[in-house]
C-alpha cells in the first residue's frame, strides 16, 4: 500500500475515533500554554494540568513570574520534573518576552525558538493552539508511530515532520497531532504490543517493522540489568 493511501486510511479512523479533539493542556492565552508546554517536557500531561492552574493562580505575566522569584517558581513547578531546567527556562522566556517583545507571545516561529528553553516543537504546538497557524508538532508518540506504520523512514524528527506534512493536508495538522498522540496512548504503546489486535498496526505495520521491535523487546530486559548492574 503506497504510502498517500496508508495516510488517507489513518486519516478517516482517526476521524472515526476522536471526531473532537480538544487540547490536553489548559490555557487562556498564548503565555500560558507556552509555560505549559514548557512543563510538559517529560512530563504527564495530567501532572501539568494539576500544577499548571497553581502556578497561574499567583504569575500568569511575564512580570509576575519574574517576581515570584526562583526559589518560589522551582516549589511551584518541581513536581513536573527538571524544575530547576524548567524554572531557569520560563524565567528566561518572561524575560526575552518582557524585553524583546513588549511583554507578549510571538506569533513567528523564528522569534519563538529563539526564547530560552523554546525549541521547534514547543514553538509549533504553540503556532498551532495558540495562534491557530499550520504547524505539526512531532512528538515521541508521532515519532514512534509514523515508522511503525511505514509513513516515513526519516531518522530524524525533521525528516518525520516534513514526510508527515506532505501525507496529511495542511488543515488537518492541528488535529492529526492530536490524534496520533491519543491514539498511541490508548491503542499502540511502546512496548509489548499486539499488533494483531491493534487496528492500524494490524494493516499498516510491516512484517520486517514487526519482527525489529520484538527483537528490541527481546533484548531491553537484558540491557537494563546490565545497566543496573553498572551502577
Known amino acids: ?29 498564548p503565555f500560558e500554554l507556552l509555560l505549559a508546554v514548557v512543563l510538559s ?12 492552574p497553581r502556578l497561574f493562580a499567583l504569575a500568569s505575566t511575564p ?6 522569584g526562583d526559589a518560589r517558581l522551582l516549589e511551584l513547578i518541581r513536581s513536573c520534573g527538571l524544575g530547576p531546567a ?33 525549541g521547534h516543537k514547543v514553538a509549533s504546538v504553540v503556532l498551532g ?19 511503525r506504520w511505514g509513513l516515513s523512514r526519516a531518522k530524524s524528527v525533521s525528516g518525520i ?15 492529526r497531532h492530536l490524534q496520533f498522540i491519543f491514539f498511541g496512548r490508548q491503542y499502540c504503546p511502546a512496548r509489548y504490543h499486539d ?14 517493522q514487526r519482527a ?6 527481546r533484548r531491553e530486559p537484558k540491557a537494563e540489568k546490565k545497566t543496573q548492574e553498572g551502577r
Open 1 to 29: 500500500m503506497k504510502r498517500a493511501d496508508k495516510a488517507a486510511r489513518i486519516g478517516a479512523l482517526f476521524d472515526e475515533l476522536y471526531p473532537v479533539v480538544d487540547a490536553p493542556l489548559a490555557f487562556e492565552d
Open 41 to 52: 517536557v517529560q512530563c504527564t500531561d495530567e501532572r501539568v494540568l494539576q500544577v499548571a
Open 63 to 68: 512580570q509576575s513570574i519574574l517576581e515570584l
Open 86 to 118: 524548567k524554572t531557569r527556562s520560563i524565567r528566561g522566556i518572561s524575560a526575552a518576552l518582557l524585553e524583546q517583545h513588549g511583554g507578549k507571545v510571538p506569533a513567528q516561529r523564528a522569534a519563538l525558538e529563539a526564547l530560552p528553553g523554546v
Open 129 to 147: 493552539q495558540a495562534f491557530g497557524e499550520y504547524a505539526f508538532p512531532i512528538d515521541t508518540h508521532i515519532e514512534r508511530l509514523a515508522r
Open 161 to 175: 515532520e516534513r514526510d508527515l506534512c506532505h501525507l496529511f493536508e495542511p488543515a488537518t495538522w492541528h488535529r
Open 195 to 208: 499488533f494483531e489486535a491493534c487496528p492500524i498496526c494490524a494493516w499498516a505495520s510491516s512484517r520486517a
Open 212 to 217: 525489529r521491535e520484538r527483537a528490541r523487546w
